[in-house]
């Protein structure tokens, strides 16, 4: 009895022991876990999860300070995969949270007065134009985050949603005839 | 909205498939019913009978739709191999228990056709020889050595009344068993081939109904229902291991065209190892699983304790059929040799 | 006659119905009335339009000019006066419209002026800068535009290969084509190999073509052109062009590669007869054969100006019969659901086919995968679709891509055979363009990323410039090192870094204003476009702003 309560402390150091050298010798320098979190994030650095961009709510998360459901660009599958990452239940968007489609800001070329405004506010240089020239924001690098949209002086900025088109359509789930719809409710 | 191809091969459905197959196990029915009387067509219709109406309950609680799964004929094909598999005559709680485990236990508790780990008809065979080991070796014998030949109404009453006959008269050990008796009581391979059960190769009777067997896997083969890896290689693998066996201890161990013939090793090399669900489906990986099951079914028929291990070599192997598969990919095209 | 075939994986031999089409002569279309001329007709970036509504154009004239390295040229089919750039519905899988440039025939058909190419004179290498704007691209499915694939560099090429195979049923007009126009299309091929500096011109014709096969070997004789046309198995899909290259060569390409890696060049036998009269003829791609079989009236084969409407092509072809229930745009094995007929025919439409439910039956119910291998055994690219399957329908994209999702020629062989029929490649399609999809958006987010922490970078840098600027008018001998002296391992990276940066910003914006810096062409474009209407706008409403 009295052998068998020692053997088993013995084997609970030993692995004890390894378990705590593993944990020394794989640490990873750095936060690395807010990175995990910030490659999910989408980037669009808009603010609208209450951190002035996507990489402070990522820290925030990693520290457990904020809630994984806040970041309306990243839409639902973001919380998916945020709570897969952080071993948690996914959760629905909370009150007044809610993801829109994806859109670009467009600036309305005749009344775009050239005050650069709008190109400090853009978080991602997504517009380009310099001093009393007009400005253009590049569609492709815009984020939709609208952040522009205020400073602008003359208001000639505008949110345009973005279609779908011949260039980025994508392929449908397929549509199973009805026993197997029904098998994967 | 479902695109290209817009052509879909002619008669080609999973009933189709499973209709085929039946099919190819048709002459090795009629060779069974022709030396073994007519008992099998009972127990082949109670457990048909049996398997439709698990596959039903079953479905009716999981709430799919019942049209789709009871038509497309696998729990047909379950009942049939199960049939096969296990002694006629017995009583109609033993084809019941059977088909429970292998419908409801091992097809629909796995997620129904397609999803199922174990080869539904082995699982119920598994688990009637755990339980109901008596009745499992109670084979009715060959025609021409039963004192009484039950006929198709004395074989009804046998099933589900339970017949004042009693068993001795009808029924034999198998080859296996006696194979194993004898090993077991110190007698030599020669003492248990003397028995009259045994008849030019291996069971009397059950070696005709093995090349039967054969013949219908080849008819499959023929008709690219399976490919020749499965059998082959379990089959070869049998001979290999008994002829290593027997080669070591000529007197205690048969040989492998004993092997071959024997027990379940033909249905098993062509109707349950091919079962695609549950076996590798790869090229090698189908040679490694089926090699490795013809190596244990040789083992556990030699050094277990029952007499045949077709059933068990197949499910322990298909548990390792999806790992076999992870690791033994065939070369996509275009990619370099050795890269995975 | 016939070389060397090697073996190849997979395949399969549908019911071919090539017979329904390839028995009469290839009908020239008359002149439409208007054409809707899409500016997207090949892989790569659309053509860029160079006219608007109200210009007036000629036959052969550029209407819309190649962008950026892969794209085709897309010209007037006949002349006439623009009516319109805009969306139009076209021949797409998706159903969704796209630009299109459509034009009213003035009934003249007035041709722009066309010179013939002397292409013997030009050393191997040159020809395809001259081929850029005539609208050339591979007219077998993929419409890769031609001229990049005639440039050479990298590996060279040995042997050139013209795939007659033509192994999705139905479709005929390669075959007709190879028939009658047989020299045609085999000095196009002798053009393709000084181009390409090729040794060998090989030919591969599926051996239910032995009249196609016949007249291209008569073609060589009469030209004195050493190719080899090798009659293939019929066996779909021998058209593929790797498996092509596989048959005639016994060399595989490998994954992620095409075939000019292994110094073969592939095209499609229309593509050298579009490619004869442009250099020849001068004559930019302005027509294609195209097959109209299935339940139409006259099954056959018609040679019509790009932009014709498809509806018109189908009245040619007699009409569809009563009870048509929808085209096929290309071949039954891999093409896809035309939503309008009104779409414009286009530079990859080598088939039309009307369906309906006795040759093409709706598709039945799709059962549970048994596993039953019969899809791996057909598979071309030795793939095990029933892995990718379920992982695709699982939304697993990682393990479907481990599974070599990418290596699917989508050539629907699996599907067809498919005892459950599930429509598998559709669930390889969903998941390509989900991974693709979501490749794109990693690589924005990546990017996004960066330049919000270079311009947070940027922007802690201008403050500390400030605060420096200020410091050194107050106290000239404080210097950066002693800044740096707080955490000197810190500040000396970020020094470095800054430093780097600095430099890289100094240089560009040397010459160019803020924030215009690394522009791709394609933005510049953009901004130019833009620039161009405002200018063109009235004055007022800049004085306004
Ligand atoms: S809400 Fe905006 S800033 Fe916050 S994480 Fe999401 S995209 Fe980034
Ligand atoms: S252009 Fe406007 S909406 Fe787009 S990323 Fe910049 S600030 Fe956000
Ligand atoms: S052919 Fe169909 S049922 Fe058979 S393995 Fe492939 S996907 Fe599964
Ligand atoms: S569609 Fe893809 S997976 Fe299916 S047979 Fe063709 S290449 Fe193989």
Redesign the interface.
């Known amino acids: 009895m009295i052998s068998a309560i020692i053997v088993m402390a013995v084997i609970g150091l030993v692995l004890g022991s390894v378990l705590g050298w593993a944990e020394l010798f794989y640490r990873v320098a750095g936060d690395p876990l807010a990175d995990k979190i910030?490659d999910i994030?989408?980037?669009?650095?808009c603010g609208q999860c209450g951190f002035p961009?996507?990489?402070p709510y990522a820290e925030a998360m990693a520290k457990g300070e904020a809630d994984i459901n806040r970041c309306p660009p990243g839409g639902e599958p973001g919380i998916q995969r945020l709570a897969d990452l952080l071993g948690v239940e996914a959760k629905p968007f909370g009150e007044g949270v809610a993801p829109k489609p994806k859109s670009v800001a467009l600036i309305d070329?005749?009344?775009?007065?050239g005050c650069?405004l709008c190109?400090q506010a853009c978080?991602?240089?997504?517009?380009?134009?310099?001093?009393k020239?007009?400005h253009?924001i590049?569609?492709?690098?815009c984020?939709g985050c609208e952040l522009c949209l205020a400073p602008c002086p003359?208001d000639?900025i505008h949110m345009e949603v973005v279609h779908?088109?011949?260039n980025?359509?994508?392929?449908?789930?397929?549509?199973?005839?009805?026993?197997?719809q029904?098998?994967a409710a | 909205?479902?695109g290209s191809p817009f052509i879909l091969k002619e008669h080609t459905s999973v009933r189709f498939t499973m209709i085929k197959v039946m099919a190819a196990l048709v002459p090795g029915t009629l060779a069974y019913a022709w030396y073994f009387g007519p008992g099998i067509w009972i127990s082949l219709v109670w457990c048909s009978l049996l398997g439709i109406g698990f596959e039903a309950v079953a479905l009716v609680i999981r709430?799919?739709?019942l049209?789709?799964a009871l038509t497309d004929g696998s729990v047909l094909l379950t009942a049939w191999l199960l049939a096969l598999s296990i002694p006629t005559l017995a009583p109609w709680w033993l084809y019941m228990t059977g088909m429970f485990f292998a419908v409801v236990v091992a097809k629909h508790l796995y997620g129904g056709l397609g999803q199922n780990l174990f080869n539904p008809a082995m699982v119920g065979y598994a688990a009637l020889i755990i339980s109901f080991p008596v009745f499992m070796t109670q084979w009715a014998a060959p025609t021409t050595l039963a004192n009484i030949v039950p006929n198709l109404s004395d074989a009804f009453d046998l099933v589900f009344v339970g017949g004042s006959i009693t068993p001795d008269a009808y029924t034999s050990a198998t080859v296996l068993d006696s194979l194993k008796t004898a090993t077991r009581g110190g007698h030599t391979v020669l003492d248990a081939f003397a028995q009259p059960i045994h008849g030019l190769i291996a069971g009397k009777g059950m070696e005709l109904v093995a090349i039967m067997y054969l013949f219908g896997g080849l008819f499959m083969i023929s008709n690219r229902l399976i490919t020749w890896h499965i059998p082959v290689a379990f089959l070869a693998a049998i001979a290999l291991t008994a002829g290593v066996l027997q080669g070591l201890d000529p007197a205690h161990h048969a040989g492998p065209l004993f092997h071959m013939m024997a027990g379940g090793s033909m249905l098993g090399a062509f109707f349950i190892a091919t079962d695609p669900v549950t076996a590798c489906t790869t090229p090698r990986g189908k040679l490694i699983f089926a090699g490795l099951a013809g190596f244990l079914t040789v083992i556990i028929r030699t050094f277990g304790g029952y007499p045949d291990g077709v059933a068990f070599s197949i499910l322990i192997l298909n548990t390792a059929a999806p790992f076999i598969d992870a690791f033994s990919q065939p070369r996509v095209f275009g990619h370099a040799k050795g890269v995975k | 006659m016939s070389g060397k075939v090697y073996p190849i994986p997979g395949g399969l031999h549908p019911p071919e119905h090539k017979t329904e089409s390839n028995a009469k002569a290839i009908i020239v279309a008359p002149l439409s009335a208007h054409y809707v001329v899409p500016l997207?007709q090949h892989i790569g970036q659309p053509a860029r339009a160079l006219v608007k509504a109200g210009d007036s154009v000629l036959k052969g004239q550029m209407i819309g000019a190649p962008e950026g390295r892969i794209s085709a040229a897309v010209h007037a089919p006949t002349s006439g006066r623009v009516v319109a750039v805009e969306a139009r519905p076209?021949a797409?899988?998706?159903g969704?419209p796209?630009q299109c440039v459509v034009i009213e025939a003035d009934g003249k058909d007035t041709a722009a002026d066309m010179q013939p190419i002397a292409w013997r004179d030009l050393p191997p290498g040159e020809l395809h800068q001259r081929l850029v704007n005539m609208g050339l691209a591979g007219q077998g499915g993929a419409v890769f535009p031609s001229h990049v694939k005639l440039a050479t560099g990298g590996t060279p090429i040995e042997t050139l290969i013209l795939n007659g195979a033509e192994c999705e049923p139905w479709i005929t007009c390669d075959d007709r084509l190879m028939r009658e126009r047989a020299t045609e299309i085999m000095q196009g091929a002798e053009i393709m190999r000084h181009a390409l500096g090729a040794k060998r011109i090989l030919v591969g014709i599926e051996d239910n073509k032995p009249e196609a096969a016949q007249a291209m070997q008569s073609a060589c004789e009469q030209l004195k052109l050493a190719a080899e046309v090798t009659a293939v198995p019929t066996r779909y899909p021998s058209g593929g062009a790797k498996q092509l290259t596989q048959l005639l060569t016994g060399l595989e390409t490998p994954s992620g590669k095409i075939s000019t890696d292994i110094g073969i060049q592939v095209f499609n036998v229309a593509t050298a007869y579009a490619l004869q009269r442009a250099v020849e003829l001068g004559e930019p791609m302005l027509t294609r054969v195209v097959t109209i079989t299935g339940h139409v009236a006259g099954p056959c084969n018609i040679e019509a100006r790009l932009g014709t409407p498809i509806d018109e092509l189908i009245r040619l072809a007699g009409g569809d019969l009563a009870e048509t229930s929808g085209h096929v745009i290309g071949g039954p094995m891999m093409g896809f659901d035309l939503d309008d007929t009104a779409s414009p025919l286009v530079k990859s439409v080598n088939c039309i086919i009307a369906k309906n439910q006795e040759l093409f039956p709706p598709?039945?119910?799709?059962?549970?995968c048994i596993r039953c291998g019969q899809c791996a055994l057909v598979c071309p690219a030795v793939l095990q679709p029933f892995e990718l399957y379920w992982h695709a329908k699982s939304k697993n994209f990682a393990k479907a891509r481990a599974y070599k999702l990418f290596d699917c020629i989508e050539c629907g062989c699996c599907s067809h055979v498919c005892p459950s029929h599930i429509?598998l490649v559709?669930?390889y399609?969903?998941a390509?363009?989900?991974i693709a999809?979501d490749d794109r958006?990693k690589l924005?987010?990546?990017?996004?990323?960066q330049?919000?922490?270079?311009?947070l970078l940027r922007q802690e840098r201008e403050k500390k410039e400030k605060a420096e600027r200020l410091g050194k008018k107050a106290s000239e001998r404080l210097d950066t090192g002693a800044v740096a002296a707080d955490d000197p391992e810190a500040e000396r990276k970020k020094a470095i870094l800054e430093a780097a940066i600095e430099r890289a910003r100094q240089a560009k914006e040397a010459v160019h204003?803020?924030?215009?810096e690394s522009?791709t062409p394609d933005?510049q474009h953009?901004?130019d476009e833009?620039?161009a209407?405002?200018q063109a706008?009235p004055q007022d409403?800049?004085q306004?702003?």
């Open positions: 910030n994030l989408p980037q669009t650095q961009g996507c990489r070329e005749n009344t775009c007065i650069t190109i978080p991602v240089d997504a517009i380009v134009g310099a001093s020239q007009l253009v590049v569609a492709d690098l984020t003359v000639c779908e088109t011949v980025n359509w994508k392929w449908r789930y397929p549509l199973i005839p009805i026993h197997q029904r098998e | 909205m479902i709430g799919r739709p049209q789709p | 997207r076209v797409h899988p998706s969704l796209d598709h039945p119910p799709a059962m549970p429509p559709d669930f399609r969903f390509k363009s989900e999809a958006a924005a987010a990546e990017g996004a990323r330049r919000h922490e270079f311009q204003a803020k924030n215009t522009l933005q953009q901004i833009i620039e209407r405002r706008a409403s800049e306004q702003a």
